[in-house]
């Protein structure tokens, strides 16, 4: 089992900047990918970056250039830097993870409000 803890979410005005954190525990050692999601009220869930454990990253278009997702294996943490975000950012952000070995299985975090207005 793979449990995901977001934070850092909150209000943040256009064109500034917001870390969220994504703590992973449990059996990290069989992650092979982790991202961050977002779902806006009456939208899908949507992928906004990941990252593999080999450390190749994918963005949404929406984001390439002002989102960075980035890992730190020590603290067993991946983290989505959001620069100059729009107001169309605004949406619950959730952490993903897909692990296993022979069996591939997700877990999600519980998500993490991010509001983007001045």
């Known amino acids: 089992q793979v449990q995901l803890v977001e934070s850092g979410g909150g209000l943040v005005q256009p064109g500034g900047s917001l870390r969220l954190p994504c703590a992973a525990s449990g059996s990290i050692f069989s992650i092979n990918v982790m991202g961050w999601y977002r779902q806006a009220p009456g939208k899908e869930r949507e992928l906004v970056a990941h990252i593999t454990s080999g450390g190749s990253t994918k963005y949404a278009d929406s984001v390439k250039g002002r989102f960075t997702i980035s890992r730190d294996n020590a603290k067993n943490t991946v983290y989505l830097q959001m620069n100059s975000p729009k107001p169309e950012d605004t949406a619950v952000y959730y952490c993903?993870?897909?692990?296993?070995?022979?069996?591939?299985?997700?877990?999600w975090g519980q998500g993490t409000q991010v509001t983007v207005s001045s």
């Open positions: 993903n993870a897909v692990w296993g070995t022979t069996q591939m299985f997700s877990s």
